[in-house]
T-cell receptor, first 114, second 116 residues
Framework: AQSVTQLDSHVSVSEGTPVLLRCNYS??????LFWYVQHPNKGLQLLLK??????LVKGINGFEAEFKKSETSFHLTKPSAHMSDAAEYFC????????????FGSGTRLSIRP | DAGVTQSPTHLIKTRGQQVTLRCSPK?????VSWYQQALGQGPQFIFQ???????QRGNFPDRFSGHQFPNYSSELNVNALLLGDSALYLC???????????????FGPGTRLTVL
């Protein structure tokens, strides 16, 4: 079965410093992987997606992620954190049984220190 | 163009009661999926509706049921509510694309259900 593991439940960085949110996946086939962001009292928003094209994926708001098959990882990075980046981030994998079914990780809460 | 909308935004029920949550998909979308997000956790897939039929189901009991209408909107019904059903219920819509490995999901803001 497909699954994702987010290695940190909470990450805190200073404004202007790099962000790294870690995600490992488990899949018996070539998965599609995504990062979603959830701001308080707002819906989930797709940040970026990997669907077997380029392994380095660029998303919105300066975020990017690199698919590493050998490490089964899909870490999310941003060179310089902004206060508005404070939110919950979810690593997500598609389920092989349906192109419309996705499996979420447990989430990483990103805090930004002034 | 309205995105995915859900109603109500908040709901308080007592144990044993029944609840109905509603979702209108993004314009042009024909598939609706429902997720339960307990506090501090990631969303868990409940089920998915396409062409007015349940197509996929997650690991949820039969107390959770749904419906999709001809206009693609959907309802989630939960019977015999338990305290553990307290959560944020998210609806996501997508367009079914034959042969695609992924149909992008667009999420609504959710309905916060509290069971007392």
């Amino acid at each position: 079965a497909q699954s994702v593991t987010q290695l940190d439940s909470h990450v805190s960085v200073s404004e202007g410093t790099p962000v790294l949110l870690r995600c490992n996946y488990s899949s018996s086939y070539s998965p599609s992987l995504f990062w979603y962001v959830q701001h308080p009292n707002k819906g989930l928003q797709l940040l970026l997606k990997y669907t077997s094209a380029a392994t380095l994926v660029k998303g919105i708001n300066g975020f990017e992620a690199e698919f590493k098959k050998s490490e089964t990882s899909f870490h999310l990075t941003k060179p310089s954190a902004h206060m508005s980046d404070a939110a919950e981030y979810f690593c997500v994998v598609t389920d092989y049984s349906s192109a419309s079914k996705i499996i979420f990780g447990s989430g990483t809460r990103l805090s930004i220190r002034p | 163009d309205a995105g995915v909308t859900q109603s109500p935004t908040h709901l308080i029920k007592t144990r044993g009661q029944q609840v109905t949550l509603r979702c209108s998909p993004k314009s042009g979308h024909d598939t609706v999926s429902w997720y339960q997000q307990a506090l501090g956790q990631g969303p868990q897939f409940i089920f998915q509706y396409y062409e007015e039929e349940e197509r996929q189901r997650g690991n949820f009991p039969d107390r959770f049921s749904g419906h999709q209408f001809p206009n693609y909107s959907s309802e989630l019904n939960v019977n015999a509510l338990l305290l553990g059903d307290s959560a944020l219920y998210l609806c996501a819509s997508s367009l079914f694309l034959p042969g695609s490995s992924y149909n992008e999901q667009f999420f609504g803001p959710g309905t916060r259900l509290t069971v007392l």
